[in-house]
């Protein structure tokens, strides 16, 4: 998985700076100073901050990471779901806002590849449990499905 995903230049970031940087420059040229300075700031700082996106190699769509909480009793519930047929009929484990343990997703957004991991709250930190869990063709769509049903 780790070489399938790579960091790549956000091209849409880089434009949306480049056209605040004109703007700055048309303001610099106008002599209004503290508006250019300001959305030049604006540019640097959104540049700098998100010049770089997670990208799927294959299909080349980028990567959303997403972190699912949930309580330790329901840790095995939700690996034997993960590891069998994802469907309408699964048993839905409800998320909540904290938990003993979290589900981290990987996917990327136009759903082609997926990858779960289970991790378990040790303290301070938490802990990895088991093995990534991947998922491509179909079923990446029904682990969305089943995602947003097991929001509240």
Same mark, same amino acid.
Request: aromatic letters at 10%; one cysteine or more; a positive charge.
């Given at each position: 998985m780790e070489n399938q995903i790579v960091k790549r230049l956000n091209i849409k970031i880089l434009i949306l700076a480049l056209s605040l940087v004109t703007v700055s420059g048309v303001a610099?040229?106008?002599k209004d100073y503290s508006t250019s300075v300001i959305v030049f700031i604006a540019a640097a700082l959104i540049y700098i901050f998100k010049n770089k996106q997670e990208v799927y190699v294959v299909t080349g @769509? %980028?990567?959303?990471?997403?972190?699912?909480?949930? +309580?330790?009793? @329901? /840790?095995s519930a939700?690996?034997?779901?993960?590891?069998?047929?994802?469907? +309408?009929?699964?048993?839905?484990?409800?998320?909540? +806002?904290n938990g003993s343990g979290r589900l981290d997703?990987?996917?990327? /957004?136009? &759903?082609?590849?997926?990858?779960?991991?289970?991790?378990?709250?040790? %303290?301070? /930190?938490? &802990?990895?449990?088991? &093995?990534?869990?991947?998922? @491509?063709g179909p079923k990446v769509k029904k682990l969305a499905r089943y995602l947003k049903r097991c929001q509240r």
């Amino acid at each position: 998985m780790e070489n399938q995903i790579v960091k790549r230049l956000n091209i849409k970031i880089l434009i949306l700076a480049l056209s605040l940087v004109t703007v700055s420059g048309v303001a610099l040229i106008l002599k209004d100073y503290s508006t250019s300075v300001i959305v030049f700031i604006a540019a640097a700082l959104i540049y700098i901050f998100k010049n770089k996106q997670e990208v799927y190699v294959v299909t080349g @769509s %980028p990567v959303k990471r997403e972190s699912f909480y949930f +309580d330790r009793e @329901s /840790k095995s519930a939700l690996e034997n779901v993960l590891r069998g047929e994802l469907g +309408d009929n699964s048993l839905v484990l409800y998320f909540s +806002d904290n938990g003993s343990g979290r589900l981290d997703i990987v996917m990327a /957004k136009d &759903e082609s590849f997926a990858t779960a991991t289970i991790l378990q709250f040790v %303290p301070h /930190k938490y &802990e990895q449990v088991g &093995e990534q869990i991947e998922f @491509s063709g179909p079923k990446v769509k029904k682990l969305a499905r089943y995602l947003k049903r097991c929001q509240r």
